[in-house]
């Protein structure tokens, strides 16, 4: 909303300039984006063009005498306009315009002393501009004062301030609001607005007729006007409306426009002549189509409300008029609306179809009192600027409440919310600023009456902060709640991890959970059903990602464009899914690893599967899941975008929980290496507390075994096959050296292990070990094929 | 024999103090100490001496011995000294060669924010909740007091992927649930940090962005409570001494509503750059929680009030680390995260 101040100084006295006045307002909850003069020009002065001539060296350009008053200047101009006898506006040396400062100096050889302007290089907006405004130096009327300001001659002087209102406040949508908020501030009277005029000895009801036919319609007045001049607009008319943004157009256009500014309550008039003496509020029909004021077709809906002529849509209602019925040049008589249509219809049609001066204010509710006063004061100016003779009476229907809400409140529960200690007669005092009248049923409770322009006051917290509004709550002193201390909870588990995955070397991401489609279907088996946003910014970020490794894929390749090549990576974060029309959410853990990691005090060495499945390992014994993890080849189960022969299920008590694997070469050139869990599913699966094991006291003993297998066997079942005939006396188990190649059969492999053996009451002896060394190879020959190297 | 045991000492001392290292030494204390040194055959050859001798040969020899060994001593202490200097300066190492990279990992600046919010005010006896973030319209507007149609929804252009579910605009949302799991319908006292989506991408705004939210319901919670509060909260995130400035505001959820301004941190509120030369910085929205939004969540707003705020966590960590451009928190530069890996003091 931007406030023009003269305008709001018809109704209030403001003694501050305009920047204290933004501050003041802001101190009471309305912030400004902006607060300065309309027109920041500076140094201009009005000048008559004395004598202009060609210039010597130019086809268009003209060196003219200009009389500023105290001197006569010479100015080089380039306008086509500019003619001997004209009244300018000339910006002299140093003036400051938005396009740059003014400077003397020679222009092709010719001495100039300013320049003279057009109104677009004072720097109002496009939209205000007329056509010769944009091409041409700004012609005064003959009779302006050489020599005096022209901003101030042109009545253009205005301060104005863009607040930017909270979406409660429809109320300050309108200059007699404003001027309401400002009464409060500096403790003035709100000044009577003019609603006086003649009426004529007609009837309108005996001519013309509304009917409402929707609930969504809660009041409907209509007067007729007669007899209209359309012309332009008096000067103070035509700058208020530019101060305020809007565009002015003619008297009678601009007047409905001047009115829902000063009152809130936006007009529509219609030209009384193409109505069949008849209007009709109603839903639109399904399909039912109307061309509006800017010459489009619009296709309604039945949450749609219409003005009809009893055959056909008229007007999308509190949106856009109709351009069959509009205000023309050969307009005489007028009929004027003043109306309340439900603000929830209303913003969906206006979300829909356009945002305009009227919908924002439909939208947050009216003051039925403000839709009697404007259809008054269109008439009041109408009559002073367009000539119009007022017919008599109104047709209306009206089923709104006119009368002020009554709402109870203790001083003790101000005082209580707020925290302070406010004297009664301080409180009294806000309330008899915000101009709400009130009682006091006892000592403790005021009874107040809220009038209907402020809308947003419907409880008695709505009256505390009116209270902490203009009295203030700078004063408060805080402290800390009265209520008894508790230890706080965390999620420490993720915060374990999250150390975790640092201490094993990896940087922590944090990257966009919207993706493209392709993005959102990859890494995932089953679920490629994606959920994808209605109305998403762009292409490339529509759709919930499935699994965060594309998102890590991502930050792979932003880093590679920039020569980093190390790069090991992880994110705790969500991913989405969505089945049968279910939708739902899951936390990971995902990591990715490429180039060199750097293994403790050891060299770095370059990333491989085991690298990362290492990691993976040390998260998941860290988590207390040590023996009860395994990692699983299912081709049919692995998502296509990992290297069938490099990748893996990560299982915990035999139930999948995430995938392992090198990143395909189809999807990627570059060795990369990922994982991901399922933080809900894995942290789910309990484990016991952490309890100390004893430790033997007795050695322990180390044997080492090479067994030569099928290159096709796996380490894990091997392991699984050796633990189980090694019996309790096996502690530890650990691959040291695969090998293929010379001394070994083609199509075999020699697999080493290093096996501890171990018993807590006493030493083993050798007899015991070999019985279970031997016990090992003839199980693993059994069942595996084993044979042991020699 | 006096004499010739006179003669051992003289010679012993001489070579001794003429070795010119460990073996010399060595040969020296075997040719003289040892069991067939000179010294010991004086004492075996005392057989043949009178009984009145005998003591004070004794004597004399036990006295060069003493004598003799403790020379022998200080001159070992001496060799070993030098062996270990020698050995020193032999295994002398270039200091200034680079070392071997013990490299860690780092913390996403963001989560470190998190992580120090949630430090302190679990330390205030909060406990940490979080919420979906695919979230249902019911939870994050109109059980928050925004129902379908209510203007403000404007203040969140929301990303819907059904009419029912949208990406959650505010963590917000989790007060509502809070209050709805909480059957014994008993004080709360939460933060709720997370992600939060809004149609927005600019340098200051990104459609993804992070927010902590802070909800306390008990009896007589007011204003001075949640200034006290949010001073603790400011002071311990952004410095010591920083002055809160409540301006009067809207939102659904709370009634009275104030955005809280810090005096700015960089100027002292002075006026700069970053306060746009107010001296002040808004920081929180906050406000007494709305009783229309306790009574939807089953809470008696006769019986009980409370505060609730929420923040922008993004510009927190922008304002803590002096990052200029929100996009660099999402970017994951390695070059950028790097530089997280160090313990803030």
Redesign the interface.
């Known amino acids: 909303m931007k406030l023009s101040t003269n305008f709001v100084k018809d109704y209030v006295d403001i003694d501050v300039d305009v920047k204290t006045l933004a501050e003041d307002m802001t101190k009471v909850g309305n912030e400004y984006d902006e607060a300065g003069k309309l027109i920041k020009a500076t140094k201009l002065v009005i000048g008559e063009v004395k004598e202009c001539e060609m210039h010597p060296d130019s086809d268009h350009l003209h060196v003219c005498k200009v009389d500023v008053g105290d001197k006569i200047l010479n100015i080089v101009c380039g306008a086509p306009n500019v003619r001997k006898g004209l009244k300018v506006i000339v910006a002299l040396d140093g003036a400051e315009l938005p396009g740059g400062i003014i400077k003397k100096g020679i222009i092709r050889g010719q001495e100039s002393n300013g320049m003279i302007c057009s109104i677009a290089e004072l720097g109002l907006e496009n939209k205000f501009l007329e056509e010769k405004d944009k091409t041409g130096i700004h012609e005064l009327p003959l009779d302006a004062p050489v020599g005096e300001d022209p901003i101030n001659y042109m009545k253009m002087d205005d301060e104005v301030i863009d607040f930017d209102l909270t979406a409660n406040r429809g109320d300050l949508l309108s200059i007699l609001g404003m001027a309401y908020e400002i009464s409060a501030i500096y403790d003035k009277k709100v000044k009577d607005i003019d609603l006086s005029y003649d009426e004529n000895n007609e009837n309108i009801n005996k001519e013309f007729k509304v009917e409402v036919n929707t609930e969504n319609c809660t009041m409907f007045l209509a007067k007729k006007v007669k007899n209209i001049k359309i012309e332009g607009s008096p000067d103070f008319i035509r700058n208020r409306l530019i101060a305020s943004g809007i565009r002015p157009i003619n008297n009678v256009v601009d007047i409905s426009n001047y009115v829902m500014l000063e009152t809130g309550q936006p007009l529509h008039f219609y030209d009384a002549d193409t109505l069949n003496g008849k209007i009709e509020v109603r839903m639109a029909n399904d399909n039912e189509k109307l061309t509006t004021l800017d010459g489009i077709e619009r296709v309604l809906k039945t949450s749609d409300i219409v003005i009809s002529d009893g055959n056909k849509a008229i007007g999308l209602a509190g949106v856009m008029g109709g351009l069959e019925t509009e205000i023309t040049e050969n307009t005489k008589n007028v009929i004027i609306e003043s109306a309340i249509f439900n603000p929830v219809k209303i913003r969906m049609t206006s979300k829909d179809i356009l945002r305009s001066e009227a919908s924002i204010r439909f939208e947050k509710g009216l003051d039925p009192n403000r839709t009697y006063m404007a259809i008054e004061r269109a008439c009041n100016l109408l009559q002073k600027y367009a000539n119009a003779e007022v017919v008599g009476n109104i047709a209306k229907y009206d089923e709104e409440k006119l009368e002020n809400r009554e709402i109870e409140i203790s001083f003790e529960n101000i005082n209580k919310i707020l925290g302070m200690e406010i004297d009664k007669k301080d409180i009294l005092d806000v309330y008899r600023r915000l101009g709400f009248s009130y009682n006091l049923k006892d000592d403790e409770i005021i009874v107040v009456s809220v009038p209907r322009r402020r809308g947003d006051i419907t409880i008695k917290e709505d009256l505390i902060e009116e209270v902490g509004r203009i009295y203030g709550v700078d004063n408060i002193v805080g402290k800390l709640p009265n209520i008894p201390p508790k230890a706080g909870n965390y999620d420490k588990v993720t915060r374990g991890i999250r150390n975790k995955m640092v201490d094993l070397g990896l940087n922590e991401t944090l990257s966009y959970i919207l993706v493209n489609e392709n993005e959102a279907k990859m890494f995932t088996k089953d679920d490629k059903e994606i959920a994808m946003l209605l109305d998403p910014m762009s292409e490339d970020r529509n759709t919930l990602r499935n699994s965060i490794i594309p998102s890590l894929l991502k930050i792979f390749e932003y880093n590679r464009a920039r020569n980093v090549e190390d790069v090991s990576l992880f994110e705790i974060g969500k991913a989405f899914y969505k089945k049968n029309e279910e939708y739902g959410e899951n936390t990971y853990i995902s990591a990715l690893m490429t180039g060199n990691y750097y293994l403790g005090i050891e060299n770095k060495k370059k990333v491989n599967f085991y690298i990362i499945k290492g990691i993976v390992e040390e998260l998941l014994d860290y988590l207390g899941y040590s023996g009860r993890y395994s990692f699983v080849v299912k081709e049919d189960k692995m998502p296509d975008e990992l290297h069938p022969g490099q990748s893996a299920l990560i299982s915990v008590n035999n139930d999948v929980v995430g995938i392992i694997g090198r990143v395909h070469p189809r999807v990627l050139k570059d060795d990369v290496y990922v994982f991901e869990i399922n933080l809900d599913k894995l942290l789910a699966k309990k484990v016991g507390k952490m309890k100390y094991k004893e430790i033997s006291k007795y050695p322990s003993v180390k044997k080492d075994l090479a067994l030569v297998v099928d290159k096709e066997k796996e380490a894990q079942e091997i392991s699984l096959v050796i633990k189980k005939f090694a019996g309790s006396l096996l502690s530890d188990i650990e691959v040291f050296d695969v090998y293929e190649g010379k001394g070994i059969p083609e199509g075999k492999k020699s697999i080493a292990y290093s096996l501890t053996f171990e018993k807590s009451d006493r030493t083993l002896t050798d007899e015991e070990i070999n019985i279970a060394m031997e016990k090992i190879i003839q199980g693993a020959e059994k069942k595996i094929g084993a044979m042991l190297r020699k | 024999m006096e004499e010739k045991i006179e003669n051992i000492k003289k010679l012993a001392i001489a070579e001794i103090e003429n070795s010119s290292n460990e073996k010399e030494l060595n040969d020296a204390k075997i040719k003289y100490l040892g069991k067939k040194g000179e010294l010991t055959a004086c004492l075996r050859g005392m057989g043949s001496l009178t009984p009145e001798e005998r003591p004070v040969i004794g004597n004399l020899v036990n006295i060069v011995k003493n004598k003799l060994e403790e020379m022998i001593e200080k001159k070992e202490e001496e060799y070993r000294k030098l062996e270990l200097d020698r050995k020193l300066r032999e295994e002398t190492i270039d200091i200034t060669l680079p070392s071997?990279?013990?490299?860690?990992?780092?913390?996403?600046p963001?989560?470190r924010i998190i992580?120090e919010v949630?430090d302190l005010?679990?330390?205030?006896?909060?406990?940490?909740v979080?919420g979906?973030?695919?979230e249902t319209d019911e939870y994050c507007f109109e059980r928050l007091n925004l129902p379908?149609?209510?203007?403000?929804r404007?203040?969140q252009d929301s990303?819907?992927?059904?009419s029912e579910?949208l990406?959650r605009t505010q963590t917000s949302a989790v007060q509502a649930r809070a209050m709805m799991e909480n059957e014994e319908k008993s004080?709360i006292?939460i933060i709720c940090p997370g992600?939060t989506?809004r149609?927005d991408?600019d340098a200051t705004h990104s459609?993804?962005f992070s927010q902590v939210e802070g909800l306390?319901i008990?009896k007589?919670?007011?204003?001075?409570?949640?200034?006290?509060?949010?001073?603790?909260f400011v002071r311990k995130m952004l410095g010591d001494n920083l002055q809160?400035?409540?301006?009067?505001?809207?939102f659904?959820f709370t009634?009275?509503?104030?955005e809280v301004d810090v005096s700015c941190f960089k100027c002292e509120g002075k006026g700069c750059s970053l306060c746009k030369q107010t001296g002040w910085i808004e920081v929180l929205g906050s406000g007494?929680v709305?009783?229309n939004v306790l009574k939807m969540n089953g809470y008696d707003p006769e019986k009980y009030?409370g505060f609730a705020f929420g923040t922008g966590l993004d510009r927190l960590a922008m304002f803590k680390y002096g990052i200029t451009d929100i996009r660099l928190?999402?970017?994951?530069?390695?070059?950028f995260?790097?530089q997280f890996?160090r313990c803030d003091r």
């Open positions: 071997t990279k013990i490299k860690r990992g780092s913390k996403h963001l989560n992580e949630e005010f679990v330390s205030m006896g909060y406990d940490v979080t979906p973030e695919l379908k149609g209510h203007p403000a404007d203040m990303f819907y992927i059904t579910y990406l004080p006292r992600k989506y149609r991408d459609h993804q306390v008990d007589d919670i007011s204003l001075a409570d949640l200034k006290g509060t949010l001073e603790v809160l400035r409540f301006r009067p505001s809207y659904p009634e009275p509503s104030y007494i709305h009783p009030s928190l999402y970017k994951n530069d390695v070059r995260l790097k890996d």
